[in-house]
Antibody
């Protein structure tokens, strides 16, 4: 059974770089069958897509693109997120998830499952 | 400000049927499938409905989804206390080239 677990510092100061890791167990992060995705949720607010990685290619939310880097370390079987120049607006619970794209003509189903438990990152001075 | 619009709250009594709406535009809901996620208090979101009206295995049949034009809806019939959660809609946006979410709807079972 695939499981994901986010980890990283819980607190950052403004202008620092956020670095998070998503450790994957029960499956391989290098599988070309899936996308891997980062999503965040500010306290009391809705979800926001940060970006995705698939087969070596990355796709980022245009509003965050200038500050985000997503990568995969196959030797450690984990997914990484880096977000530079953080501000208080980046305070959120950060989730990683697997994105499975299932082709079922004429439809393409996009399933974000499973998710990690999430990790809270607070940005304050 | 979320790209997809959901009511911030909804409520119902046990056994009732409630619906939650998700409104978008031609670049997202109008041209692409909508997924719904259930987020129980203090937990990560869980896939509830995919591609407008498909239920993953294990999701009870009292949860159903529909889409018409640029709007989608999640219906919960036979409401139960354990359905109290936040519900989020999501769709791909062809103009923004990314996944867009609604602001989430907090469902209260009275």
């Amino acid at each position: 059974q695939l499981q994901l677990q986010e980890s990283g510092p819980g607190h950052l100061k403004p202008s620092e770089t956020l670095s998070l890791t998503c450790t994957v167990s029960g499956g391989s992060v290098s599988s070309s069958d899936y996308y891997w995705i980062w999503i965040r949720q500010p306290p009391g607010k809705g979800l926001e897509w940060i970006g995705s990685m698939y087969s070596g290619s990355t796709y980022y939310n245009p509003s965050l693109m200038s500050r985000v880097t997503i990568s995969i370390d196959t030797s450690k079987n984990h997914l990484s997120l880096k977000l530079s120049s953080v501000t208080a607006a980046d305070t959120a619970v950060y989730y990683c998830a697997r994105h499975e794209e299932v082709v079922d003509p004429p439809a393409v189903h996009n399933l974000f499952a499973p998710w990690g438990q999430g990790t809270l990152v607070t940005v304050s001075s | 400000q979320s790209v997809l619009t959901q009511p911030p709250s909804a409520s119902g009594t046990p056994g009732q049927r409630v619906t939650i709406s998700c409104s978008g535009s031609s670049s997202n809901i109008g041209g692409n499938g909508v997924n719904w996620y259930q987020q129980l208090p203090g937990t990560a979101p869980k896939l509830l409905i995919y591609t407008n009206n498909q239920r993953p295995s294990g999701v009870p049949g009292r949860f159903s989804g529909s889409k018409s034009g640029t709007s989608a809806s999640l219906a919960i019939s036979g409401l139960q206390s354990e359905d109290e959660a936040d519900y989020h809609c999501v769709a791909w946006d062809d103009s923004l080239n990314g996944w867009v979410f609604g602001g989430g709807t907090k469902l209260t079972v009275l």
